[in-house]
Structure formats: C-alpha cells, structure tokens
C-alpha cells in the first residue's frame, strides 16, 4: 500500500492545477479513470480566455490567472499560453435595443470596447453577413489558451515534485482504515489523509461514494462544430464572434471555424456525445450571421459544463467531512480559472488563507466555501 498526504480523483485541468500548485507542499496522487489525462471536459472546451465574465467573482478570478498565464514560471511552458484574439459582439436589427443596453453597461467598467459600425465590424471579422449585423463592438480582450500546453506545464510541474499520476483507475469503492481513505486502483491500494473530490460532471457522484452528501452540481452538455472557412480568410486574425444574448459564438479552431449554439442541456455526467439537433443549430448560426458556406462538418462534438446552485466554484474542506475536500462546480470557466483555483485550494489544503492577490481583488476563500451551499 502507498500512502499519500493527499489524493486527488480526477485528472482534468482542475485535479492537475491543484496537484501542480500542492505537490511542493504534501505527497500528491492523481487518480483518472481514462486512460488519457484531460479526456472530459478539459479536453473539449473551446478555448477562451476572457476577462469579461457574468459573474463578477469570475472575473476577478480570471484577473489573478491572468498573471499567471501572462508569466508562467520558467519552464512552464515554451509557448505563450495565451494568444491574442480579439471579440466582436454583434446583434441583429431585433437585438438593437439589446445591444444599447448592454454596450453602455459593459462600457462603464472597460473603456476599451469599441464601438463599430457595420462596416467597421466587417473589416475585422470579413466573414460577417451584412444583411445580419445591425450593431457591434470589439473587445480587444479576448485570448485564445494554449490547452495543452497548460495541461502539460502542470502535469510536468506536479510531477517534478513528486506527485504520482495514475490513469485507468476509477475509483469506485473507498473505504476507511482508522483515520485514513483506502483507494484500490489498478495499481493497488492507496492510502491517503485527504481525498480530493475534482471530478467534474461525477463531482455528487463520488462525493457519494465517499458518504458525502451531494451538492446539486449538475453538468449542462455543450456543443461545437468545426466547418471550413473560404479560401483567403486568415484564421490567424480572425477575432471571436459573440452574438449579444450568447445565443451562439464562432472562432477560429485549427485553421477552421468553430460554432457553438452555446447550449446549456442539464444532463447526466457521462462520455457526452452532441445531439443532431445542437449540430444542427451550430451551422444553422453559421449560415445566418457569417457568407461561410456550410458544405460539411469537420467536426462535431460536446462536454460538460458543471454547475453548482449558485453557478460558482466550490472549493474547501466538506463540513461534515474534513477529510473530503471539493474541487468542483467550474462551469464554463474551469481552464481560464484554473491557476488561481489550483493556487486557492492547494493553500487551504495546507492550512493557509487564500493566495497572494486574492484579498485585492475582492476574493475571499469563504466564497466558494462548499458551505454556503449546504443548509
Ligand atoms: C464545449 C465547451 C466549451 C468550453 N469552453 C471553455 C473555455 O473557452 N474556457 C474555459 O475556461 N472553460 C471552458 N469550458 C469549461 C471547461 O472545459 C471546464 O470547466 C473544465 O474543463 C473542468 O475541468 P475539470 O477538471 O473539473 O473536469 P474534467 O476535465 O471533466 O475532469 C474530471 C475528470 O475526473 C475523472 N473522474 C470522474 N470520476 C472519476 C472516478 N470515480 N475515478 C477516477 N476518475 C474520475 C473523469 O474521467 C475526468 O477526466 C468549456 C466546456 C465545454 C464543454
């Protein structure tokens, strides 16, 4: 039998960050049931780094991993993990209104955003239809993040401290030995003091397993397609495409186009695959704002996005199990959070407060303290 401090159940960005930022600190295991770190969720997002988020808390997190992303530590990684992309919002003559609204709130707190005319917002994105975009502004802040890259940096990270990676090993039956967990994996047992609950769209699941009582986290299936852009269009400077209410968004992906009708299908946690009909509406946008003709889908494919109650992280020690600890419920935000929530919950397994830069930003650990949640 191994023992470790902590074992951590879940090899996607979240239970990889955490492992990167705690094994300096305590003996770390990573357990993942594929046999590919990243298979799920992380393996399937689109890829956008943005400081501009619905929720302020998210936006304060994506501040902090910005530092993070903008100066990795040497060695992290040897390209930049983020590149700049550019994001034009744009509306329909219904939406005008809409758009007013948004583009004056929007434009209090980030004086950057441009305002454009149809013209201007052709000349940037010169896929747009004209016959669609009644209104639109740019925002220069949007990236796009070198996933893989990041994934490796903390996998490389995690590993150069000592922390062991087990992939193929689900776990599925936990017990207790005295004040210890007992994990079988596929490599034998493990012992640990803590176990670390970073299991995605399976986060209530195997809190079950655990004897913890679930918290409502509920993975929303979301889909994306790839199609071929024309001849001559440079998907190099392409900026994002956001239509205004997030009924969809298009960016350049592997040299192609990548549409998402932005669907948020509650579902249950599983290996996801896109319905028809998501595709279907996926191309359907295309054709309707963009000249892109939709001759054949490249691609196709969904994950999960997990929410909690409240649509914020949770992270922290179970109340009722202070040997458990949560790392879930990070929604449409879990890659472009994940230095700060990696840094936030490897401090609290320690014992110390809430990392450097938290405080400034107005961020205090009790907000995604899986507490607030239980009543
Ligand atoms: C279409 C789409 C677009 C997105 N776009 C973005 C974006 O642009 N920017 C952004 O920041 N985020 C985006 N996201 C969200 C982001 O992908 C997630 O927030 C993030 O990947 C969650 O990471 P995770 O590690 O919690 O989950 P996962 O990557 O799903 O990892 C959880 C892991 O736990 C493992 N596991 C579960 N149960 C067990 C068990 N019993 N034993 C062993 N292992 C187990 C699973 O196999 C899985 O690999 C997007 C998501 C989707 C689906």
Redesign the pocket.
């Known amino acids: 039998m191994r023992d470790y401090d902590v074992a951590i159940?879940?090899?996607?960005?979240?239970?990889?960050s955490l492992a990167y930022f705690l094994a300096p600190h305590r003996s770390v295991v990573v357990?993942?049931?594929?046999d590919g770190?990243?298979?799920?969720?992380?393996?399937?997002?689109?890829?956008?780094?943005v400081l501009r988020y619905n929720a302020p808390e998210i936006c304060a997190l994506a501040a902090i991993s910005k530092h993070f992303f903008d100066t990795p530590p040497e060695g992290f990684s040897e390209v930049a993990l983020l590149k700049q992309r550019g994001g034009v919002m744009i509306a329909n003559a219904e939406k005008v209104a809409r758009f007013e609204e948004v583009f004056a709130e929007e434009s209090r707190a980030n004086p950057e955003l441009l305002r454009l005319t149809v013209e201007e917002a052709i000349e940037r994105v010169p896929i747009l239809r004209r016959d669609y975009v009644a209104a639109a502004f740019y925002d220069p802040q949007f990236w796009d993040?070198e996933v893989e890259n990041l994934l490796q940096g903390y996998v490389r990270g995690a590993r150069s401290h000592g922390a062991a990676i087990i992939e193929r090993?689900?776990?599925?039956a936990p017990r207790r030995d005295g004040e210890r967990w007992v994990l079988p994996t596929n490599s034998g047992d493990i012992s640990a003091g803590t176990v670390v609950n970073?299991?995605?769209?399976?986060?209530d699941?195997?809190a079950e397993?655990f004897g913890v009582a679930p918290i409502g986290i509920v993975p929303h299936?979301?889909?994306?397609i790839t199609v071929d852009l024309p001849d001559g269009v440079d998907a190099l400077t392409l900026p994002e495409i956001n239509e205004i209410d997030e009924d969809f968004y298009m960016k350049p992906e592997g040299g192609r186009l990548l549409s998402?009708p932005a669907d948020a299908t509650p579902c249950e946690?599983a290996d996801v695959q896109p319905e028809e009909i998501d595709i279907a509406w996926a191309a359907h946008f295309v054709e309707e704002a963009t000249t892109v003709p939709v001759r054949r889908i490249f691609k196709s494919?969904?994950?999960?996005?997990?929410f909690s109650p409240d649509r914020l992280p949770v992270i922290g020690f179970d109340r009722d199990r202070p040997d458990f600890f949560w790392?879930?419920g990070?929604?449409?935000?879990?890659?472009?959070?994940?230095p700060a929530l990696g840094a936030l919950a490897a401090n609290l397994l320690i014992g110390a407060g809430a990392p450097d830069g938290f405080e400034t930003v107005g961020l205090s650990a009790s907000m995604f303290d899986p507490a607030r949640l239980r009543t």
């Open positions: 159940i879940g090899g996607g960005i979240a239970g990889l357990i993942e049931r594929e770190l990243g298979y799920h969720s992380t393996g399937r997002s689109a890829a956008e780094f993040i090993s689900d776990v599925l970073a299991a995605g769209g399976w986060a699941p195997v397993l299936r979301r889909t994306a998402s946690p494919w969904a994950g999960m996005r997990s790392l879930a990070q929604g449409g935000y879990g890659i472009l959070t994940s």
